[in-house]
């Protein structure tokens, strides 16, 4: 269900009708039942109907598509390791890959490079198990080299025991192109670990990893990029597919939760209706449309055939009832 109502009233003597939003959720919220955090940059409110940010998402937060922030990077200023030591004595410490800062110049001090040592590791407790999908691995990458042929054939592995590197979940390709590397490592774990395969000429048995991003939808979200919505009751969705694992929120229904119903047990599906905005909400009880009906269809919901023509705006809106009285100070809302 929209987040927001439209309301729309008649002015005395004049054959229009003014129409205009309110938002329903409070700062920083969105979406069905206001469920859903915004976290956009510097707390900035987004839109209550998309989530979209007006303009970067929140620090740990990435824009998955359309201004939708709801991509976590669960990597975040956790707590990084390496039993591989720290190249010539710098500050290059297993730290600098979870900072916060992409900068991919080793100079700049914000990446981590081990030392020369057969088969170097890197590896993050994220604190608590997360079922991860997508990674993002920004490599050490300057003016005069590039380096990316140091985590060449290197695998990735996600594991709940800090002893061991656990599940292989990715190995990096044998030529790398982009120093910017997007991956999917899919799995659950606390864990997660780079390592050198430890074959290279010894210099090259380093790592040089300025940056690993590891990303979570938030809660009730799904997909690539997190930019889907589940509308499960009280659970996550599956993050891939977005299937729920019980019930669904009430207004939804299907295995994914994902098709909008109304009426009695929620047995009729919106989207049989045929109404003339097909963007239109859809009332939870009797199935409304915002803006009436298409040409030959009429009823509250829509869906009995006419051919009389389109049906004038119904007055049972969303989540409230707008009763024209003569003139916009006169508009009323009931419940
Ligand atoms: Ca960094």
């Known amino acids: 269900m929209a987040a927001s109502c439209r309301l729309c009233f008649a002015v005395l003597g004049l054959a229009c009708c003014v129409c205009f939003t309110l938002s329903t959720c409070p700062r920083g919220q969105f979406g069905d039942s206001c469920s859903y955090s915004c976290h956009c940059e510097g707390g900035a409110a987004c839109n209550p109907n998309t989530g979209k940010c007006p303009r970067a998402c929140a620090l740990q937060w990435k824009d998955g598509r359309n201004g939708i ?66 990674v993002t691995v920004y490599h050490r990458t300057e003016a005069a080299h590039n380096f990316l042929h140091r985590i060449a054939n290197c695998t990735m592995h996600l594991s709940n025991d800090n002893s061991i590197d656990g599940t292989l979940c990715y190995t990096f390709p044998a030529t790398i192109y982009n120093s910017v590397i997007d991956l999917v490592c899919d799995g659950s774990g606390r864990y997660l670990t780079i390592r050198n395969p430890g074959t290279a000429a010894e210099e090259d048995d380093t790592l040089n990893i300025c ?109 409230h009832v707008v009763e024209e009285q003569g003139s916009p100070a006169d508009v009323r809302i009931v419940r």
């Open 69 to 134: 922030c709801q991509r976590e990077n669960v990597a975040f200023n956790k707590t990084a390791t390496s039993t591989s030591g720290t190249f010539g004595g710098y500050n290059w410490t297993p730290d600098k890959a979870v900072d916060g800062s992409r900068n991919q110049d080793v100079h700049g001090g914000s990446c981590f490079h081990s030392a020369a040592n057969y088969s170097s590791m890197w590896r993050v407790d994220l604190g608590r198990q997360y079922r991860i999908h997508h």
């Open 211 to 319: 940056e690993v991003e590891i990303y979570e939808c938030s809660h009730g979200t799904y997909g690539e990029f997190c930019d889907k919505f589940c509308h499960c009751h009280n659970s996550s969705c599956e993050p891939n597919t977005g299937t729920c694992p019980g019930d669904c929120r009430p207004g939804w229904q299907g295995d994914r939760c994902n098709k909008e119903c109304y009426g009695v047990h929620c047995k009729k599906p919106c989207a049989g209706r045929k109404c003339a905005d097909t963007n239109s909400s859809c009332d939870r009880y009797n199935g409304s449309c915002d803006t009436g009906c298409l040409v030959g269809w009429t009823g509250d919901d829509c869906t009995q055939g006419s051919s009389k023509g389109t049906r004038p705006p119904t007055r049972q809106m969303t989540d």
